[in-house]
T-cell receptor, first 114, second 117 residues
Framework: GAGVSQTPSNKVTEKGKYVELRCDPISGHTALYWYRQSLGQGPEFLIY????????DSGLPNDRFFAVRPEGSVSTLKIQRTERGDSAVYLC????????????FGPGTRLTVL | AQKVTQAQTEISVVEKEDVTLDCVYE???????LFWYKQPPSGELVFLIR??????QNEISGRYSWNFQKSTSSFNFTITASQVVDSAVYFCALSELGGEDDYKLSFGAGTTVTVRA
């Protein structure tokens, strides 16, 4: 079956612009996670959704970052007033249930802020 | 505080050599999960193994084996008879149960393995 998909695969934007990154989880997966991976580092947790609600947003670095999952499936990560330090690969992962341990990762969106 | 430490930044070996990747973790929970992921040059994270904190049995899967020792908070990974296709970045990760079935992962910084022909 189809895995986790993310669009766009690459996004180049200018400092100060607004961007949206999309994640389409595996069908039926209720848990969805966003991570950010900076160059040479491991992924860092941003936010976790169980269904439509953000159950844990403790990893969001500041209020420029926001994510939604209005229908409990597709999620959008939104970054306002982008800064050069936001440049990273943004990874999305989903799991079947919140209590299911294994997360399946998408290919990521590489964001470059000029 | 860093929850997962992978002290080796890079390892380079010749094909058919064995390579062991170290992982040390830190947690106060009694129930937790440990993972290894592979990230090849294509960039997608590939799940390799999961262990829970109550199961210290070592595991072997083909050329891969894992050594979990709670006494030293370590979860090391060995690739036997390495192949060029094993070249990738390998991440160790820890999952502690947060609220509402939140199993967010804490990753180490990764170890880059290069296998030369």
């Amino acid at each position: 079956g189809a895995g986790v998909s993310q669009t766009p695969s690459n996004k180049v934007t200018e400092k100060g612009k607004y961007v949206e990154l999309r994640c389409d989880p595996i069908s039926g997966h209720t848990a969805l996670y966003w991570y950010r991976q900076s160059l040479g580092q491991g992924p860092e947790f941003l936010i976790y959704f169980q269904g439509t609600g953000a159950a844990d947003d403790s990893g969001l670095p500041n209020d420029r970052f926001f994510a939604v999952r209005p229908e409990g499936s597709v999620s959008t990560l939104k970054i306002q007033r982008t800064e050069r330090g936001d440049s990273a690969v943004y990874l999305c992962a989903s799991s079947l249930l919140g209590g299911e341990i294994e997360q399946f990762f998408g290919p990521g969106t590489r964001l470059t802020v000029l | 505080a860093q929850k997962v430490t992978q002290a080796q930044t890079e390892i380079s070996v010749v094909e058919k050599e064995d390579v062991t990747l170290d992982c040390v973790y830190e947690t106060r929970d009694t129930t937790y999960y440990l993972f290894w992921y592979k990230q090849p040059p294509s960039g997608e994270l590939v799940f390799l193994i999961r262990r829970n904190s109550f199961d210290e049995q070592n595991e072997i899967s083909g050329r891969y084996s894992w050594n979990f020792q709670k006494s030293t908070s370590s979860f090391n990974f060995t690739i036997t008879a390495s192949q060029v296709v094993d070249s990738a970045v390998y991440f160790c990760a820890l999952s502690e149960l947060g609220g509402e079935d939140d199993y967010k992962l804490s990753f180490g910084a990764g170890t880059t393995v290069t296998v030369r022909a």
